[in-house]
């Protein structure tokens, strides 16, 4: 299962990497280009997804569960692998609610921020998968100045997971506030 794992973690890295340009192309691009980019979004979100759960699957079956689990290398992998797909999910379903104007104006704007953390996320759970296949990289040398061992369990205090709940309940709210439905009512 390990070649397999190998040759599936391309294609959600490869359509994130292209769904993050094609929405800077719809959002800053002019003419057919933009057109395009707006247009074909959805469906290379969908076919990352669908890649990112074969990628999911098939990396639970490279080393046993026993192994995976003592190991923070994988336990980092696995947790990073998860927060990127669970960030593209909300994404792709971001795009499918709004359709073309998703990359329009200051939903578009968001839309790449969004998508450039879902990039730093899946970049660092590629990072650490080649660490696992003996081909590390220079952005774990970059994560250690920011102060992350990619070596020892990574760890977000419950301090920082409650203010990660504020705030999400408080984008829900502002969205919910600021829906078309809620206002002309
Ligand atoms: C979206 C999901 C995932 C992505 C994008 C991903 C990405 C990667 C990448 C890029 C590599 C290096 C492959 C290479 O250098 O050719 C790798 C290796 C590896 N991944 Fe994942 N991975 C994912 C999910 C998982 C999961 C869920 C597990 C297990 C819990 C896992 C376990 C491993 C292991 C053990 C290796 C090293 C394989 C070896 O021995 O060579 N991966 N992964």
Do not use: D
């Not at 003996?134 to 992350?148: D, M």
């Amino acid at each position: 299962m390990t070649g397999m794992h190998h040759m599936l973690v391309h294609f959600p890295l490869a359509f994130w990497a292209l769904a993050l340009l094609m929405m800077v192309a719809g959002r800053l691009g002019r003419g057919s280009l933009a057109k395009a980019s707006a247009g074909g979004l959805l469906a290379v979100l969908v076919l990352s997804l669908l890649g990112a759960v074969a990628a999911l699957i098939s990396g639970w079956l490279v080393w046993p569960v026993a192994a995976n689990l003592n190991s923070p290398m994988v336990r980092n992998h696995l947790l990073m692998s998860i927060w990127a797909t669970g960030l593209w999910t909300v994404i792709t379903l971001l795009v499918w609610q709004a359709g073309r104007q998703a990359v329009q104006g200051a939903r578009g704007t968001v839309l790449i921020v969004l998508g450039l953390v879902g990039a730093a996320l899946f970049a660092i759970s590629g990072t650490l998968g080649g660490y696992l296949a003996g081909a590390p990289t220079q952005l774990s040398a970059l994560l250690a100045q920011l102060g992350w061992s990619v070596y020892g369990t990574f760890y977000v205090p419950v301090w920082a997971l409650l203010v990660m709940v504020v705030l999400a309940l408080g984008c829900a709210v502002l969205g919910r506030l600021g829906s078309p439905e809620h206002r002309s009512s």
